[in-house]
């Protein structure tokens, strides 16, 4: 096996989360089959940025540095990747599955005549090959994919691992990159507006959903018990379709694919579609008045009662607990 080629991610001037999650992808299959684990940063003034991932197990971490990669530019990406991949003598080349990695990656995987394959959940070491896993129908099924031959590059869903927390010694290297006759030009960058939540970096998620039945409730009873153990707020889609709160709470197949440490679901079925954004969670309570409701096979704990009497009193034992 040759080698795997991490593509960082660049986010407000620090490394993303997801390019964490892909150290930690990298390191279990360089450890099942003995490949070594390299890194591409790609930008301007990076090498800082650089240094940090060789430090946090990033392997030898190849530096595109040049101002006309400040901002992202697909020619210019594709560019530094392509040499990237042979300065590494990478069979793999992991990117998230973020808009970036959408843009980017299949132009990289055309290039350079490799497979490819998208939003993965898990990649696993299997007979001396590697098994893409990715989710189809909505996340009835999980398709198991294997390259016969050659490179292959795929995109992970960020939030699909816990972020790689060893540390390395790897070194940085400078990539030389012909950034010439670039035909994209940046123009401007447009930042939706948000309200601030990024649920996939959160450690303790408490969701609610249509059992919660009013948006008045949201504050009122699930909001207190996340912030009462320093947590997010999440929801299910019932949620963010009434109108209840913005889609950027959404945990699910059509929103936010989520690991936390702690997963609260409180009056949400377990439908399929909720179940592959959040099953991975280490720990996961579920609060149901329904005893046969789907969401307590995935639960480590389940209360089988009303979410009414059941999260306030949980509320005031986390705050008497934290001696507030
Ligand atoms: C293409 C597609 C994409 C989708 N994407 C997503 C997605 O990203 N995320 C998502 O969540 N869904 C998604 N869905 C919708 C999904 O199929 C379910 O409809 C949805 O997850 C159900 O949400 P819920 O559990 O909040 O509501 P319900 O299924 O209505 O469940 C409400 C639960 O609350 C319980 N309850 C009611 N009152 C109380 C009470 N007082 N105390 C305790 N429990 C109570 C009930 O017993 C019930 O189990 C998608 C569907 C499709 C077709």
Not at 36 to 44: A, D, F, P, Y
Not at 70 to 79: Q, S
């Amino acid at each position: 096996m040759g080698s795997i080629l991490i593509v960082a991610e660049i986010q407000k001037g620090a490394l993303r989360e997801a390019t964490f999650e892909l150290v930690a992808f990298a390191r279990k299959l360089a450890d099942a089959n003995g490949s070594e684990v390299k890194s591409l940063v790609v930008g301007s003034g990076v090498a800082d940025l650089a240094g940090t991932l060789a430090s946090k197990g990033g392997g030898e971490v190849f530096v595109a540095d040049d101002a006309a990669l400040a901002n992202y530019n697909v020619d210019g990406y594709t560019k530094a990747i392509r040499a990237a991949v042979e300065a590494a003598g990478a069979d793999l080349v992991l990117m998230s599955n973020t808009p970036t990695g959408w843009d980017v990656a299949p132009r990289v995987a055309a290039g350079l005549d490799a497979a490819f394959v998208s939003d993965c959940f898990d990649i696993q070491a299997e007979g001396g090959g590697l098994v893409f896993l990715r989710r189809v129908f909505n996340g009835k099924l999980d398709a198991r994919l294997t390259a016969s031959e050659g490179r292959v590059v795929a995109t992970m869903q960020p939030g699909a691992t816990s972020a790689y927390e060893g540390s390395g010694d790897g070194k940085t290297s400078e990539l030389k990159v012909d950034l010439s006759g670039l035909r994209a030009k940046f123009v401007e960058t447009k930042v939706a507006e948000s309200k601030g939540v990024d649920l996939t970096k959160a450690d303790i998620i408490v969701s609610g959903g249509r059992g919660v039945g009013d948006p008045e409730k949201f504050p009122e009873v699930i909001q207190p018990l996340a912030e009462a153990l320093g947590g997010a707020m999440g929801a299910s889609r019932p949620v963010v379709d009434a109108g209840w709160l913005p889609h950027e709470y959404q945990v699910g197949s059509s929103g936010q694919v989520v690991s936390p440490k702690l997963y609260i679901a409180v009056g949400i079925s377990g439908a399929i579609q909720h179940l592959v954004g959040m099953k991975t969670s280490n720990f996961i309570v579920a609060i149901n008045k329904d005893p046969d409701a789907p969401i307590f096979e995935v639960a480590d704990v389940g209360v089988v009662g009303d979410l009414f009497e059941i999260v306030p009193a949980l509320t005031s034992a986390v705050k008497a607990a934290k001696g507030g």
